[in-house]
């Protein structure tokens, strides 16, 4: 059977990690204890976590520890307070959680090249948010406002992270993905959250040159020390969450999987 490797990870220890038979990450400052794995050695990019969330593990693991695997391994990545499950169940315990964690491939998998998280809705904000946080969109597009159809991926972002944020940065993408993202973007009102996936050596290879060659060109425009608040300091992990759905779909064969929301209290 081939092995399953999940990466969680996190910008602070949490005890309730230890036990969930997952490989545990730390990014960011916090002093981390000698279980958890910490990417400040090799070729890293720890100084620019604030801004890369978890992408700074991504980073570090592509460079210096991807090569090491088979090529039949199965690596995935999750983080904090999100999980892949073995099957759609309701997480509300810590119980509940190691119960359904997945912990090895299903047999399902074998058809196909990566996992994706199953799709978040984006359409049909309410009326209120779309007049104090797309008065821009508002202003180009009336028609926004009471027309579900032009509620799309790229509206969800402009609102959030920055009015013509995303059309910029589109620019800056490859050749070959640069025309059909920008229309993947504004057509569709779903994408597959929090950079959550699971595939192989060779396919994560490619995602991430093509994922951080994009994401470097777009830090020469957008910066790291101008990117403030929750809605702009982590851009460069916002722009990989809509990019990811994109590629995914593209370049593999791709079945999307349940995944849960759980934090300790």
């Excluded at 996992?115 to 797309?134: A, Q």
């Excluded at 009336?142 to 991926?153: A, Q, V």
């Amino acid at each position: 059977m081939n092995r399953l490797n999940i990466f969680c990870i996190t910008n602070i220890p949490l005890e309730y990690l230890n036990n969930l038979k997952l490989k545990l990450v730390g990014v960011g400052n916090k002093k981390f204890p000698k279980s958890y794995i910490i990417c400040k050695d090799g070729k890293n990019i720890q100084k620019k976590e604030k801004n890369y969330s978890e992408l700074t593990f991504h980073y570090w693991f592509w460079k210096n520890k991807l090569k090491n695997y088979n090529k039949s391994d199965w690596i995935g990545f999750c983080q904090k307070r999100r999980f892949w499950l073995q099957r759609k169940a309701r997480i509300k315990t810590i119980k509940d959680l190691k119960k359904n964690i997945l912990c090895r491939p299903p047999k399902k998998w074998n058809n196909y090249d990566s996992i994706i998280c199953k799709s978040i809705d984006v359409s049909n904000p309410k009326k209120m948010k779309i007049i104090k946080r797309g008065w821009k969109n508002l202003i180009k597009n009336p028609d926004i406002l009471y027309n579900k159809k032009k509620h799309s991926i790229k509206l969800h972002f402009d609102m959030h992270h920055g009015y013509g944020v995303l059309d910029r940065a589109v620019k800056l993408l490859n050749n070959r993905d640069r025309y059909e993202f920008d229309r993947f973007v504004s057509k569709n009102d779903k994408f597959n959250p929090h950079i959550m996936f699971i595939s192989k050596k060779k396919i994560l290879s490619k995602w991430f040159k093509d994922l951080f060659k994009w994401l470097f060109k777009c830090e020469k425009v957008f910066g790291l020390k101008d990117l403030k608040g929750y809605d702009q300091q982590r851009l460069y992990a916002y722009l990989a969450e809509r990019y990811l759905s994109f590629w995914f779909k593209k370049y593999t064969k791709y079945l999307e999987w349940d995944w849960a929301f759980f934090e300790k209290k």
